[in-house]
């Protein structure tokens, strides 16, 4: 009896119907293949937040995952699942990914999100204070929201690394908002040269770095705009 039970757990057909069993129970312990069983963990740490069993338990059994990208991706996982920003900390090669998706997706539901509320969610994410990438993540969600552009508001920002940071990623918006434009043709051209009005969306209040980004950019007319050669 004994050699019939050691033969059923290391057969793969067997262990997968037990994979497949444990999907549904919710025990993946019962699953003996260490991939599948840690495929078994990250997908009941995918479920909703409600399911059953609980953060903390779903938190341990992606813990005991030997393989540390597998342990990492099972905790990232579980951190987007529950929106679980402390939950990053552990995900090892993949907490920085972990932390900068919640932290950038924790700032685009906040209705009104401070400095403050940002300063609090990068640190529970587990990084560095002013670290440029969450606080790029940050002004560009606050930036986004606003017409005109302006980067006068990046001067009241709580250190010179976030400042530096808005005035940055202002760029960035910027260089994005004017591609989106000449991508749908938005621009007036006159022999392939774009002529004022501007379109709404790409408009900025007057910054020597946001004008001078603005007549760099030879691109804007696409060839459909430029006169026919002769």
Request: proline share 8%; hydrophobic share 45%.
């Amino acid at each position: 009896m004994l050699a019939l039970m050691l033969v059923a757990c290391g057969d793969p057909a067997a262990d997968r119907a037990r994979y497949v069993a444990a999907l549904t129970s919710g025990d993946c312990a019962t699953v003996t293949t260490p991939t599948l069983q840690a495929d078994c963990w990250t997908a009941l740490a995918a479920r909703k937040p409600e399911a059953a069993p609980t953060l903390d338990q779903k938190r341990a059994h992606c813990a005991q995952i030997d393989d540390e990208n597998a342990r990492g991706e099972c905790l990232f996982v579980l951190a987007e699942a529950n929106t679980a920003l402390d939950v990053c900390k552990e995900a090892g090669p993949y907490a920085d990914d972990c932390a900068l998706h919640l932290v950038s997706r924790a700032f685009a539901a906040e209705k009104h999100p401070s400095e403050e509320f940002a300063a609090a969610a990068i640190a529970t994410a587990g990084l560095a204070a002013d670290d440029p990438r969450p606080w790029s993540a940050y002004f560009r969600e606050v930036l986004g929201r606003e017409q005109p552009l302006d980067r006068a508001r990046c001067v009241l920002a709580g250190t010179p690394a976030r400042v530096e940071a808005c005035r940055q990623t202002a760029l960035g918006l910027f260089a994005d908002r004017l591609n989106q434009a000449r991508d749908r043709r938005q621009f007036t051209c006159v022999d392939g040269v774009p002529k004022p009005p501007w379109p709404a969306r790409v408009a900025w209040v007057a910054d020597p770095d946001l004008n001078g980004a603005f007549t760099a950019r030879t691109d804007l007319c696409t060839p459909l705009d430029r006169p026919p050669a002769r």
